[in-house]
């Protein structure tokens, strides 16, 4: 199993990025998928959720109406639209593949929102 992200990049706080997370080997309409994110110093944390039914999302409040998360079980693709970026949102992203006891994890793509 493989999860591969992209889109990860330097942007100016109020830009916009979209992460990409391409998985591999895996029936992934079955799996939850998730986007972590990791700043210096800190602890991981969750940042939005897509349910394996596509239609539940849910999102830490500190994204909320800035962040989408989506899915094409047709592409094994899950997708970050990340808006209104601050620096506060810099930090290393995950993704994050879960179903049952099964619980795979992406490299990780760096995002750096700064002046």
């Known amino acids: 199993v493989q999860l591969v992200e992209s889109g990860g990049g330097l942007v100016q706080p109020g830009g916009s990025l979209r992460l990409s997370c391409v998985a591999s080997?895996?029936?992934?309409?079955?799996?939850?998928m998730r986007w972590y994110r990791q700043a210096p110093g800190k602890e991981r944390e969750l940042v939005a959720l897509?349910?394996?039914?596509?239609?539940?999302?849910e999102y830490v409040d500190s994204v909320k109406g800035r962040f989408t998360i989506s899915r094409d079980n047709a592409k094994n693709t899950v997708y970050l639209q990340m808006n209104s970026l601050k620096p506060e949102d810099t930090a290393v992203y995950y993704c994050?593949?879960?179903?049952?006891?099964?619980?795979?994890w992406g490299q990780g793509t760096q995002v750096t929102v700064s002046s």
């Open positions: 994050n593949a879960r179903y049952s006891f099964r619980d795979y």
């Open positions: 080997e895996l029936t992934f309409r079955v799996y939850d």
């Open positions: 897509s349910q394996s039914s596509g239609v539940g999302t």
